[in-house]
């Protein structure tokens, strides 16, 4: 089964500031990919950053980073220099790549709110 | 590179009655799914289509809901005899299958069954 965990439900940051969303995930299939997403409330969902399960760095999107902890099954993303803009809902989501291969599997989702 | 467009943005109908969701994907993107997310909660996948091919379809996805692809390109998402457990956001995306799979999801469209 695949299961993807974000236990913070809610989080605030001070603008410029740095701030960390926690993702875990659990597959039994050897290769995957990992996504953030973000969803502000207007409803779109938003493509940030991927990571593939054997790429050996940690992959990095302009202000986005995802910290990968392969043997905790983390994905961390990592925002840096918080904007009032990044106020929104980011998801986590899994792609397996045998079992399930054509479908996301998401979690319940971060609300981040940015104060000035 | 226009994103991918789905229309309407909102739906209001009665309960019974049918609807019908449009996706427009990305031109180049062979691959399209689509998804649907209550409240609270995280998408959850409901059918997958390469080209105009329907490959997989979850068991959320009952008997009274059908998508097509006629012509690989656009996609519509029909839902007969709509029922108040069916209010949600659905939510289509594209991708390539070259590379690693990227979905690029639509702005959605927010089903509210009176």
């Known amino acids: 089964a695949q299961k993807i965990t974000q236990t913070q439900p809610g989080m605030f940051v001070q603008e410029k500031e740095a701030v960390t969303l926690d993702c875990t995930y659990d597959t039994s299939d050897p290769s995957y990919g990992l996504f953030w997403y973000k969803q502000p409330s207007s409803g779109e969902m938003i493509f940030l950053i991927y990571q593939g399960s054997y790429d050996q760095q940690n992959a990095t999107e302009g202000r986005y980073s995802l910290n990968f902890q392969k043997a905790r099954k983390s994905a961390n993303l990592v925002i840096s220099a918080s904007q009032l803009g990044d106020s929104a809902m980011y998801f986590c989501?899994?792609?397996?790549?045998?079992?399930?291969?054509?479908?996301?599997?998401f979690g319940t989702g971060t609300r981040l709110t940015v104060i000035p | 590179d226009t994103g991918v467009s789905q229309d309407p943005r909102h739906k209001i109908t009665k309960r019974g009655q049918n609807v019908t969701f449009r996706c427009d994907p990305i031109s180049e993107h062979n691959r399209l799914y689509w998804y649907r997310q209550t409240l609270g909660q995280g998408p959850e996948f409901l059918t997958y289509f390469q080209n105009e091919a329907q490959l997989e379809k979850s068991r959320l996805l009952s008997d009274r809901f059908s998508a097509e692809r006629p012509k690989g390109s656009f996609s519509t998402l029909e839902i007969q005899r709509t029922e108040q457990g069916d209010s949600a956001m659905y939510l289509c995306?594209?991708?390539?299958?070259?590379?690693?799979?990227?979905?690029?999801f639509g702005d959605g469209t927010r089903l509210s069954i009176l």
């Open positions: 995306a594209s991708s390539s299958d070259r590379g690693p799979v990227i979905p690029h």
């Open positions: 989501a899994m792609r397996p790549h045998q079992t399930g291969a054509n479908n996301l599997f």
